[in-house]
């Protein structure tokens, strides 16, 4: 068993989620900005990867009281449960993710991970070891399962995505999509890793809805098994 995965995250009008410096970019408006922290305060965890903490030090917390305030009548933490994918443990233990708001973290490292650094990181957060040289998601995903969690909320970067893509993770994909051209062949993109060579290996999406939002479209899309 694992939980059910559901990856959100913004794009350009030509698929870039960030600038060629990798800098965050603001792609869309108050309005999705809220649907995504109920999507937050909905979920038991809340998973990225090394990468996007490393550029964008995000806390992943629930911005809304009132959305916080439900979760504790519900019996859960403030937070979900936030958990970064760090096969060499490289996360500072300054990240806003280890700091802002309550709640539980999970750093998940692969067996390669500097120990020194593992040790320092877990005055922080749970360490999970999963995988040799990387971590290895389907072997991560069971894990946070019987943990208790059930619903997984990822928000990138484009190499973990891709990574849960691959292995046949992804229950949901939404995207919203922005009135912007970013540009550059370089520019970050949803699912980067590797790539799919072979088209028969390309995971089939089936679209669900597409709604005007402000002033781009919000796309939500389901895997096809």
């Given at each position: 068993?694992?939980?059910?995965?559901?990856?959100?995250?913004?794009?350009?009008?030509?698929?870039?989620?960030?600038?060629?410096?990798?800098?965050?970019?603001?792609?869309s408006?108050?309005?999705?900005f809220?649907?995504?922290?109920?999507?937050?305060?909905?979920?038991?965890?809340?998973?990225v990867?090394?990468?996007?903490?490393?550029?964008?030090?995000?806390?992943?917390?629930?911005?809304?009281?009132?959305?916080?305030?439900?979760?504790?009548?519900?019996?859960?933490?403030?937070?979900?449960?936030?958990?970064?994918?760090?096969?060499?443990?490289?996360?500072p233990?300054?990240?806003?993710?280890?700091?802002?708001g309550?709640?539980?973290?999970?750093i998940?490292?692969?067996?390669k991970?500097?120990?020194?650094?593992?040790?320092?990181?877990?005055?922080?957060a749970?360490?999970?070891?999963?995988?040799?040289?990387?971590?290895?998601?389907?072997?991560?995903?069971?894990?946070?399962?019987?943990?208790?969690?059930?619903?997984?909320?990822v928000e990138?970067?484009?190499?973990?995505?891709?990574?849960?893509?691959?292995?046949?993770?992804?229950d949901?994909?939404?995207?919203?999509?922005?009135?912007?051209?970013?540009?550059?062949?370089?520019?970050?993109t949803?699912?980067?890793?590797?790539?799919?060579?072979?088209?028969?290996?390309?995971?089939?999406?089936?679209?669900?809805?597409?709604?005007?939002?402000?002033?781009?479209?919000?796309?939500?899309?389901?895997?096809?098994?």
């Open positions: 068993m694992r939980p059910h995965v559901t990856v959100n995250l913004a794009m350009s009008a030509d698929g870039k989620i960030s600038s060629i410096e990798r800098r965050q970019v603001k792609i408006g108050k309005k999705d809220d649907r995504v922290d109920d999507l937050k305060a909905r979920s038991d965890a809340i998973m990867g090394i990468g996007t903490v490393l550029a964008d030090d995000p806390s992943l917390s629930v911005k809304s009281p009132e959305r916080r305030e439900q979760r504790l009548i519900s019996g859960v933490e403030e937070h979900p449960v936030r958990i970064v994918v760090d096969s060499q443990a490289r996360t233990v300054s990240a806003d993710i280890l700091h802002k309550n709640g539980k973290r999970i998940a490292v692969s067996e991970a500097p120990q020194s650094r593992v040790n320092e990181l877990s005055h922080f749970e360490i999970i070891v999963a995988g040799k040289d990387t971590v290895d998601l389907i072997l991560l995903l069971p894990r946070l399962y019987e943990s208790g969690v059930r619903t997984l909320m990138g970067g484009g190499t973990l995505i891709w990574s849960l893509f691959r292995d046949g993770l992804v949901e994909f939404i995207t919203y999509v922005g009135n912007m051209i970013i540009g550059g062949r370089n520019s970050p949803p699912a980067e890793g590797d790539g799919f060579i072979d088209e028969g290996l390309f995971p089939r999406l089936r679209l669900e809805s597409c709604e005007k939002m402000e002033e781009g479209v919000l796309i939500r899309w389901k895997s096809v098994e």
